[in-house]
C-alpha cells in the first residue's frame, strides 16, 4: 500500500490535505482485510435514507483518493442503530468508525470502547486544527480524544408557517412558552393538532430546566430537578395531548421512523435545527424553523452539541480509521455533499466551501439568530443514553395513559438512580 501512506507522511511534514466531515458509525472492530490486500474498515452510523444516500457519495470520493482502503457500511434509525452496536461492542466486535455523540462518549469510555485518537493527531494522520466554535474540544473526554465533531447544532421548532399564519402569529426570537401555548391551541381547534409533542424529549425539557437554572443533569452526574418539577412537566403535557392539543403518541408511533410533522399529523414540533433537512425530504407541506420559547422572553437556554466520529478501541486498524476521519472532517468536497445534513459544518475548510441555499440557508440564517444566545452545554455522565430512552419510553406511556403521572415518575427516578449510579 502506498496511497494512504504517502498522504499521512505528507501530513506529518506539515502538508495538509483537504478533507470533509460527517458523522457516522462503523461496525466491525475485527479488522479485516479486503479483496487484493485492501484494508477494509466497517462504518455505521444512524439515519434516514437521504443521509445513507449522501455519506455514500462520500465515502466513494474517500476510497477514490485512499484505494488501498475499503469501507464497508450499515446504518439503521437512532433506536436500532443503539440496540445493534451494543450487541456488537459487548462482543467487542464494535465498528471500527461509528458516529456519535456527546450523550455517549463518557459511557463508552468508561466501558473501553472508544479508540483515543490523540495518538493519530501525534502522528500527523488526524488533524484537529479549523474547527469552528470550540468544537475540538467536544469530542474530549478526561483528557482523551474520542470524539471527533462533524457537525453542530442546536434545538428548534420546526413548524408549518402556513398554520401559524392562519391564527396570525410568527414564532420570533424571544417568544414565551406562554405565546406557544395559546398558539398550538388556536390552531389545535382547526382540527390540526398543534405540535407533536415534545414532553418526553429530554433535550427539550433540559431547554426549559436551564430557564430556570438547573439542568437535566448535573455537574456530579445526578439529576438536576425533583419529581415534582418532573410531574409538573409531565401533568401539562398530558392535559395537553388529551385536548388534542398535542398530537396523539398512537398516531406518531404509527407514522414512525417519518415525524409527525412530516406525516401532517401535527403543525410544529421541537427537535434539533438541521433535522430541517430530512422533515422537508419527507414532506411536500413547506416548514420553517423557529427558536426554541423561553420563559422570561429572553433566556432559551440553548447550546450547541455536534455529532461526530468515533473509533474503535479494538480496531486493527488505527491509522486508517484515522485518516478516514480526517477526510471526512476537513475534505471540502466532503462538505458540499453532506451541507447541514448533520448539523452546521464543523470546519473551516468545509463551512467555506459550502453555500448553503434553501432549507440549509434556513439553519445557516436560525443559528446565526441565536448565536449570541447560545451556553456551555450541560456535561453528560455515563449511563445519560439509559437515562434518556427511559425517559422517551416512560413519557410515551404517561402520554398514551397507560401510565399516571405520579407512577411514571417514580419509575424514571428509580430507573435513573440505578442507570447514573446514584
Known sequence: MTSWRSARGLRAAGVSVVA??????????????????????????????ERATLINETIA?????????????????????????????SAGNAPDVFQNSVAFLRKYDDKRVLLDLHAQVEAGNLSMEHFRAGLEKAGEVDGK????????????????????????????????????????????KGGLPGDSGGGGIMYLYDLVLRQHDKAFFTEDAK???????????????????????????????????????????????????????????????????????????????????????????????????????????????????????RGVLATEEQFDAYEPTGVSAQIAAYEKQIADDVEPITPHPAGADIVEAA?????????????SVDDGTKQFFSEAKTALGS
Not at 479488522?31 to 477494509?40: L, N, P, Q, T, Y
Request: aromatic share 12%; charged share 25%; proline share 5%.
Open 20 to 49: 470533509l466531515g460527517l458523522l457516522a458509525t462503523g461496525c466491525g472492530g475485527d479488522g479485516g482485510a479486503g479483496a487484493g490486500g485492501k484494508v477494509e474498515i466497517r462504518y455505521s452510523w444512524w439515519g434516514g435514507q
Open 61 to 89: 470520493l474517500f476510497e477514490k483518493k485512499y484505494p488501498d482502503i475499503e469501507v464497508k457500511t450499515d446504518f439503521q434509525d437512532y433506536e436500532n442503530f443503539w440496540k445493534k452496536f451494543n450487541t456488537q461492542a
Open 145 to 188: 480524544l474520542v470524539g471527533v465533531p462533524v457537525g453542530g447544532n442546536t434545538f428548534a421548532l420546526i413548524y408549518n408557517p402556513a398554520e401559524y399564519k392562519k391564527i396570525g402569529v410568527t414564532p420570533a426570537e424571544g417568544w414565551t412558552w406562554d405565546e406557544y401555548e395559546a398558539a398550538t391551541e388556536k390552531i389545535s
Open 223 to 341: 439529576l438536576g430537578f425533583t419529581e415534582a418539577d418532573l410531574k409538573d412537566w409531565w401533568n401539562k403535557n398530558y392535559a395537553r395531548t388529551k385536548a388534542g392539543v398535542l398530537t396523539d403518541p398512537k398516531k406518531i408511533e404509527q407514522a414512525k421512523p417519518t415525524s409527525g410533522l412530516s406525516k401532517d399529523l401535527s403543525a410544529g414540533e421541537f427537535t434539533w435545527d438541521n433535522f430541517l433537512v430530512r422533515y422537508t425530504s419527507e414532506t411536500k407541506t413547506p416548514l420553517a424553523i423557529a427558536p426554541v420559547p423561553t420563559t422570561d422572553g429572553k433566556r432559551t437556554g440553548q447550546y450547541i452539541s455536534s455529532l461526530m466520529l468515533s473509533g474503535s478501541a479494538r480496531t486493527k486498524h488505527p491509522e486508517e480509521v484515522a485518516t478516514f476521519i480526517d477526510f471526512m472532517v476537513h475534505d471540502p468536497e466532503v462538505g458540499k455533499i453532506m451541507g447541514y445534513d
Open 391 to 403: 425517559f422517551l419510553r416512560i413519557g410515551a406511556d404517561v402520554f398514551l395513559g397507560t401510565t
